[in-house]
């Protein structure tokens, strides 16, 4: 049975092709920063993300039940749980580790880490796991755009000492992610979207909560708090995965993973416009940099696929 038999790709979102449908994810994860300042600061950021991971959950478990019902029943398929519970752990961690590593980095340094770090990961992963090293334009963009994001992220932070703990967390952030993209690339191209995922943020949400009951102390949520994770969970958690997965199945993981790298865009366009923050001037060209070394890795990406 091929794949496209199990897809969720309506006609709208897959018009857009699998780049776009990753690229678009991005610009929705790169939110996350923006919508996370207007939580009150009483919300502790484990239970933001912990809290996130539920909504997320809801989303794809309302998503798949009607997606479902418009399907004739097929003959059950064994669900492969271990890989579920692997992809629901890495996004537990992956959220956990980011966060904390966050708050002891800064914003603007343990994003960078995180994410830059999560295309590298992935094509390391790739090469050993599936036998597949990306190509040298592939490197060369990936290397150009995690240089960008550095450069972004040490023009808007101003510390003296490096907080190598937090690093660590960052690096552990990105491993994480890279590696839930690899086998959530796997689980998707075999069953629906919307099913996958629904279990995989079930986990990482049961996951999740314990911890953030005791890194993040009792949970104190007002009307704002409710209001920033909601969005948080369905638009820049539920959807962006949403697309996210769906542009997996046309693309290699660390491609994937590589275009992640449009999300520091628009964070970086988002806390000008709407946070107010002015940033140095050379960090423009770091984000030169980011959307060259994003343009190289898309031109190494449809070279692969054949369309140019």
């Known amino acids: 049975m091929s794949a496209s038999t199990h897809s969720f790709a309506p006609s709208g979102p897959s018009s857009l092709g699998p780049v776009g449908l990753v690229l678009v994810a991005a610009m929705l994860w790169g939110t996350t920063g923006t919508a996370q300042h207007f939580a009150p600061a009483q919300l502790s950021p484990y239970w933001i993300g912990a809290l996130r991971m539920v909504m997320a959950a ?25 890989r579920i519970l692997f992809c629901g752990s890495c996004m537990a961690v992956y959220n956990l580790s980011f966060f904390a590593g966050v708050k002891a980095c ?18 390391l992963m790739q090469a050993v796991v599936q036998k597949r090293m990306p190509g040298l334009q592939w490197w060369l ?4 755009g995690v240089s960008g994001g550095i450069v972004m992220a040490l023009a808007a932070t101003d510390q003296q000492d490096l907080p190598w703990a937090g690093m660590a967390l960052c690096l552990l952030a990105g491993l994480s992610y890279a590696a839930y993209a690899l086998v959530n690339q796997a689980l998707v191209v075999q069953a629906r979207v919307a099913s996958v995922n629904a279990r995989v943020f079930v986990c990482s949400a049961l996951l999740s909560l314990p911890v953030a009951a005791w890194l993040g102390g009792p949970l104190q949520v007002s009307a704002s708090g409710w209001a920033v994770v909601t969005y948080l969970g369905i638009v820049a958690t539920g959807m962006a995965y949403l697309l996210f997965s769906i542009g997996l199945r046309g693309m290699s993981a660390a491609t994937g993973v590589a275009l992640s790298k449009a999300e520091p865009i628009t964070a970086f366009a988002l806390s000008i416009l709407i946070v107010g923050e002015r940033p140095a001037w050379w960090s423009v060209l770091g984000l030169l940099a980011v959307i060259g070394g994003l343009w190289l890795v898309v031109s190494a990406e449809r070279k692969a696929a054949g369309k140019i």
């Open 58 to 82: 809801l989303f794809f478990i309302a998503l798949a039940l009607v997606m479902d019902r418009g399907h004739t029943q097929r003959a059950p398929q064994a669900t492969p749980w271990g």
């Open 141 to 144: 963009g990936t290397c150009i």
């Open 106 to 123: 800064g914003v603007a340094l343990g994003t960078a880490l995180a994410i830059g770090s999560g295309p590298i990961w992935a094509g």
